[in-house]
């Protein structure tokens, strides 16, 4: 089946870039998504990059996939101390089901 | 800002005992899928409907695990016996659609703890 792997723990300065990565195993995967989720709580979408795009930005965060290497990675830019959360990678399909990756904690120092 | 709603946020119960989770989707969404999320994995599609329809339950321990979506609407997932290797945060979202590309939104989770 799908499988969707990350890094587990990722430790910057606040003020740096963070650079969050995803590697997948399905190439028919259309939609590739970025959520967030912060302690005791669900699930918050951050963004999405679709399939035929190599690049996607959305204000401090940058999307790129390397469809080849199957790579999805998350650049987020001028990190805050309130960026500190767990990032999960997600594949969807054509019915919408995603396959979630095992989370990147991302910890901010001051 | 319209969210899905689930009750109730935190359950404690013992093994072999029965439990229930209640969501409410956002109105209008057609799609509703449970997730299972077990501490430092990420969440597991558990259940997928359309309307009242399952779309996807492949990954439903059916022998203890039932979901339903009588009127389309809201949703109820039942365990029945509780084993402590179902503690974990059990997620509810929902969808315009069921097709690729819909956004999922999520509830705030129910976290079950199996003593």
């Known amino acids: 089946g799908e499988d969707v792997e990350q890094s587990l723990f990722l430790s910057v300065r606040e003020g740096d870039s963070s650079v969050i990565n995803c590697t997948y195993t399905?190439?028919?995967?259309?939609?590739l998504y970025w959520y967030k989720q912060e302690p005791g709580a669900g699930l918050q979408l951050l963004t999405y990059?679709?399939?035929?795009?190599d690049m996607k930005q959305d204000q401090r965060l940058t999307v790129l996939l390397n469809k080849k290497d199957k790579h999805l990675s998350l650049r987020i830019a001028d990190t805050q101390t309130g960026d500190s959360a767990i990032y999960f990678c997600?594949?969807?399909?054509?019915?919408?089901?995603?396959?979630f990756g095992t989370g990147t904690l991302l910890a901010v120092q001051p | 800002e319209a969210e899905v709603a689930q009750s109730p946020r935190y359950k404690i119960t013992e093994k072999s005992q029965a439990v229930a989770f209640w969501c409410d989707p956002i109105?209008?969404?057609?799609?509703l899928y449970w997730y299972r999320q077990i501490l430092g994995q990420g969440p597991e599609l558990l259940v997928q409907?359309?309307?009242?329809?399952?779309?996807?339950d492949s990954q439903l321990p059916k022998d203890r695990f039932s979901a339903e979506r009588l009127k389309g609407v809201d949703s109820t997932l039942k365990i029945q016996p509780a084993e402590l290797g179902d503690s974990a945060m059990y997620l509810c979202?929902?969808?315009?659609?069921?097709?690729?590309?819909?956004?999922?939104?999520f509830g705030p989770g129910t976290r079950l703890t199996v003593l």
């Open positions: 979202a929902s969808s315009l659609e069921v097709t690729s590309g819909n956004e999922q939104f």
């Open positions: 109105s209008g969404h057609a799609t």
């Open positions: 399905d190439s028919s995967s259309t939609y």
């Open positions: 997600a594949v969807g399909g054509a019915t919408n089901k995603l396959i």
């Open positions: 990059i679709f399939s035929n795009m």
């Open positions: 409907f359309q309307d009242e329809s399952v779309v996807d």
